[in-house]
Each structure stands twice: as C-alpha cells, then as structure tokens.
C-alpha cells in the first residue's frame, strides 16, 4: 500500500505502469484519475490544502478499510496539494485484486471516501476571487452506500 500527498504534478501513466510491474497473481488492476476542471473559465486554478502526516495517515486508514473490504492485494493513491490548473491530475488511485470486480469497487470505494471523508481544504480561484469548497451532497451520498 502506498499513499502519497505531493506538491508536483504527476504523470498517470507512468504511474499505472509501475503498479502494474510484477504482478504474477494479480488479475486486475482499477484505475481512476481526477483532473481539475476549468468549470466553464469560473476556476483558474483549484488549490488544496492538507496536515503533511496527518491527511496521509487518513487516507491509509480509507485504504486499509478498502484492502479488507475488497479482497485487494495492493492499493495506491497519489493525491496533489498546492495550486493545480485546469487539465492537471488532482488524484491517481490503483486498485490490485484477483478479479475485475473487486479492483473496479475498491477504486470507487476509494474514491467516494477521498472525495467526502479525507482531510482536504479545497479553495477554488476564478475570475471573483477564492471560495473555499465543500463535498456536495451528491459526493455525501455516494459514499453513503459504502456504510
């Protein structure tokens, strides 16, 4: 399991290719990658901020949650803090598992949690200035069907 909060921005293909390196008993591999948005130009740029340790420690918790649960053999999330423009990669998530449907759930598992439940402040800046956001109801009630 590997969780990793980072200033920079990252490449997903790369990133998919090292998970899937040496994998001899695995039989699927769930990916999912999030891009910031440019939301019509209202967001020049989104901005997150996290506690380096204690939003790492918060998302290994999601993803120990996500191994037991699913059955998975690896789990890895790359999540950038700081300033990102529209286009870049925001979240690289990488499910391992004997079969398809257990890496495809843990991936939206993750992702519903990461998105309502993990220790991020997102401030969007756009043409007015800077709003601080929060996870939709929709987000709220996406996770919600995990519990």
């Known amino acids: 399991m590997k969780i990793v909060l980072t200033d920079r921005p990252f490449e997903p293909g790369a990133l998919v290719t090292a998970f899937c390196a040496d994998r001899a008993e695995t039989g699927a591999v769930a990916t999912f990658v999030g891009l910031a948005r440019a939301e019509q130009g209202q ?3 989104l901005e997150l ?5 204690f939003t790492e ?6 993803a120990a949650q996500a191994v037991a649960r699913f059955h998975l ?9 700081g300033r ?3 286009g870049e990669a925001i ?9 398809r449907r257990e890496a495809f759930e ?27 956001i929060e ?12 519990d």
């Open 91 to 99: 979240v690289f998530v990488a499910t391992a598992a004997g079969h």
């Open 135 to 146: 996870p939709t109801d929709r987000d709220r009630t996406d996770a919600q069907r995990w």
């Open 43 to 45: 967001a020049a740029a």
């Open 73 to 81: 053999q690896d789990v890895q999330v790359v999540h950038r803090v």
């Open 57 to 62: 420690a918060a998302i290994g918790e999601i």
């Open 49 to 53: 901020e996290a506690y380096p340790g």
């Open 106 to 132: 843990a991936c939206d598992f993750l992702m519903d949690y990461l998105k309502s439940r993990a220790p991020f402040w997102k401030k969007e800046h756009g043409p007015d200035g800077a709003r601080w």
């Open 84 to 86: 990102i423009a529209p």
